[in-house]
């Protein structure tokens, strides 16, 4: 049974420009959740999916967005990156009904220079 | 607004002592309480989860927690640290359903814990 996947592992961009980061939930999972952990913080809500459409935001501005497949796969696009978007951004799978027990991801570890 | 607070942030014990990890939280009523772990470079593997019922609570490799509604705690314990439980520890809080914020976890700063041969 495949748990949450993420890719990729690891990316380096430049100021302003945009990136797209990609997420498949576990098996038998439905709803998509994305975190923002910048180094030596927990882990913060960016937006979770489910049916495709964006069900909660948290606190992020509009330069982030997502998308969700309808194999339930999900995409966190940031645009105009700044060098406080350097993170790792972490995915975590659920199903509906049961939202906040929500499974994660390895992360992908963005670098803005 | 829902919180967490964990005010260690770093812990050192030697292997095979006791270790209480701390977590404080700020909710209205009766949330959903975490831990989860994460090794370095790692994601975060669930702990245990309270939902209600049986304020102790058993986890994955030995650890248990303790919900205190009086003290708005869900301290995470064990009773003999392991070598390899050395890495980062999160105590997370999140609304029951039917709540507005229902599916969002808020995180705490994280506790490190070394743990000394």
């Known amino acids: 049974d495949a748990g949450v996947t993420q890719s990729p592992t690891h990316l380096i961009k430049t100021r302003g420009q945009q990136v797209t980061l990609r997420c498949s939930p576990k098996?038998?999972?439905?709803?998509v959740s994305w975190y923002q952990q910048a180094l030596g913080q927990g882990p913060q809500f960016i937006f979770q999916y489910y049916e495709e459409e964006e069900r909660q935001r948290g606190n992020f501005p509009d330069r982030f967005s997502g998308h969700q497949f309808p194999n339930y796969s999900s995409e966190l696009n940031v645009n105009a990156l700044l060098l406080g978007d350097s993170a790792l951004y972490l995915c975590?799978?659920?199903?509906?009904?049961?939202?906040?027990?929500?499974?994660f991801g390895p992360g992908t570890r963005l670098t803005v220079l | 607004a829902q919180s967490v607070t964990q005010p260690d942030i770093h812990i050192t014990v030697s292997e095979g002592a006791s270790l209480e990890l701390r977590c404080n939280y700020s909710?209205?009523?009766?949330?959903?309480l975490f831990w989860y772990v994460q090794s370095p470079g790692q994601g975060l593997q669930l702990l245990l989860k309270?939902?209600?019922?049986?304020?102790l609570v058993q986890g994955i490799k030995g650890f248990e927690a303790e919900f205190k509604r009086s003290q708005s705690s869900f301290n995470l314990r064990k009773p003999s640290v392991h070598w390899s439980d050395a890495a980062e520890y999160f105590c997370?809080?999140?609304?029951?359903?039917?709540?507005?914020?229902?599916?969002?976890?808020?995180f705490g700063q994280g506790t490190i814990l070394t743990v000394h041969p």
């Open positions: 997370a809080v999140a609304t029951p359903p039917g709540g507005t914020s229902y599916g969002k976890l808020t």
């Open positions: 975590a799978s659920s199903f509906a009904g049961a939202y906040n027990e929500q499974f």
């Open positions: 309270y939902f209600s019922g049986d304020t």
């Open positions: 909710y209205g009523a009766t949330p959903y």
């Open positions: 098996s038998g999972h439905d709803t």
